[in-house]
T-cell receptor
Framework: DSGVTQTPKHLITATGQRVTLRCSPR?????VYWYQQSLDQGLQFLIQ???????AKGNILERFSAQQFPDLHSELNLSSLELGDSALYFC????????????FGPGTRLTVT | GQQLNQSPQSMFIQEGEDVSMNCTSS?????WLWYKQDPGEGPVLLIA?????ELTSNGRLTAQFGITRKDSFLNISASIPSDVGIYFC???????????FGKGITLSVRP
């Protein structure tokens, strides 16, 4: 158990819908990272927040957004969902803004039908 | 952008055998990490390497940070069935906090 929690574990929704994925980092960690994992693309970095502020952006679509709240939990919002958005979404956390070691949650499996 | 190459995509070994995986890049990294992912779970950090030439062990696992800083190696000795999973390398360069991941190698261990 990494100490990172993610909810829900599974999510099935229809195209065009909007969903919110939630992540709670390990106790004491200030950075939260979101990743998308699909079969053909591997683990793709989406976005990082550190202590409530956006810190780094990766291959995140404009339809996706995230935020980190004062209690350090984070939410990833996915809107206007398409079939190709079906994937595993992982949250990871680390102590600092440039920490090398990231600890991953169990993931949310999103299926868009 | 930066890419990490892991090949082959899958490896099949017999229980008790040693196995070696490598990860290569066309650009220099200053941190290398190895993760293992079990089915239905998130990646778990196995070993972190911070210095060129560094050799670090974690039980039966040994990883090395290549001296060119463009590659890293992971060795698993005396494999057991629970070693089955996907092994990812990840690297970080410069002051950018973004980790780049390889596509992973799926390891199967035959009893």
């Amino acid at each position: 158990d990494s100490g990172v929690t993610q909810t829900p574990k599974h999510l099935i929704t229809a195209t065009g819908q909007r969903v919110t994925l939630r992540c709670s980092p390990r106790s004491g960690d200030l950075s939260v990272y979101w990743y998308q994992q699909s079969l053909d693309q591997g683990l793709q970095f989406l976005i990082q927040y550190y202590n409530g502020e956006e810190r780094a952006k990766g291959n995140i679509l404009e339809r996706f957004s995230a935020q980190q709240f004062p209690d350090l939990h984070s939410e990833l919002n996915l809107s206007s969902l398409e079939l190709g958005d079906s994937a595993l979404y992982f949250c990871a956390s680390s102590v600092g803004v440039l920490s090398h070691e990231q600890y991953f949650g169990p993931g949310t499996r999103l299926t868009v039908t | 952008g930066q890419q990490l190459n892991q090949s082959p995509q899958s490896m099949f070994i017999q229980e008790g055998e040693d196995v070696s995986m490598n990860c290569t890049s066309s650009s220099i990294f200053n941190t290398w990490l190895w993760y293992k992912q079990d089915p239905g779970e998130g990646p778990v950090l196995l070993i972190a390497l911070y210095k060129a030439g560094e050799l670090t062990s974690n039980g039966r696992l040994t990883a090395q940070f290549g001296i060119t800083r463009k590659d890293s190696f992971l060795n698993i000795s005396a494999s057991i069935p629970s070693d089955v999973g996907i092994y990812f390398c990840a690297g970080r360069s410069g002051a950018n906090s973004k980790l780049t991941f390889g596509k992973g190698i799926t390891l199967s261990v035959r009893p």
